[in-house]
């Protein structure tokens, strides 16, 4: 059974920080690329990070640029989200999804090419 799970989601500070997991299991995580994409009430919802299935290529959104950093252990089929200096803007919920594009393959944050998603984890950015 596949399964993707985040967590460490929560409150902090504006300029705080925060590490998301995403635990996977039931796919072998090397030939998939990850996702991060976040969702606020009444918004479509909106890509944030990506990496490849080999780890080499990732990608971010501008608004995330420099203060976010995607990686990976395939080992232990997790995948992470370093956020730094956060912003109120930044709260959403915040989902990992699976893309089948194989181990080299450059992701993309296109939420038609992921297979399997979350179920999310809540960030607010608030003082």
């Known amino acids: 059974q596949v399964q993707l799970v985040e967590s460490g989601g929560g409150l902090v500070q504006p300029g705080g920080s925060l590490r998301l997991s995403c635990a996977t299991s039931?796919?072998?995580?090397?030939?998939?690329?990850i996702g991060w994409f976040r969702q606020v009430p009444g918004k479509e919802r909106e890509g944030v990070s990506c990496?490849?299935?080999?780890?080499?290529?990732?990608y971010y959104a501008d608004s995330v640029k420099g203060r976010f950093t995607i990686s990976r252990d395939n080992a232990n089929d997790t995948v992470y989200l370093q956020m730094n200096a956060l912003k109120p803007e930044d709260t959403a919920v915040y989902y990992c999804?699976?893309?089948?594009?194989?181990?080299?393959?450059?992701?993309?944050?296109?939420?038609?090419?992921?297979?399997?998603w979350g179920q999310g984890t809540q960030v607010t950015v608030s003082s």
């Open positions: 990496i490849s299935g080999s780890g080499h290529s990732t």
């Open positions: 999804a699976a893309d089948p594009a194989g181990l080299f393959r450059l992701c993309v944050l296109f939420t038609g090419r992921y297979k399997y």
């Open positions: 039931g796919f072998t995580l090397d030939y998939y690329a």
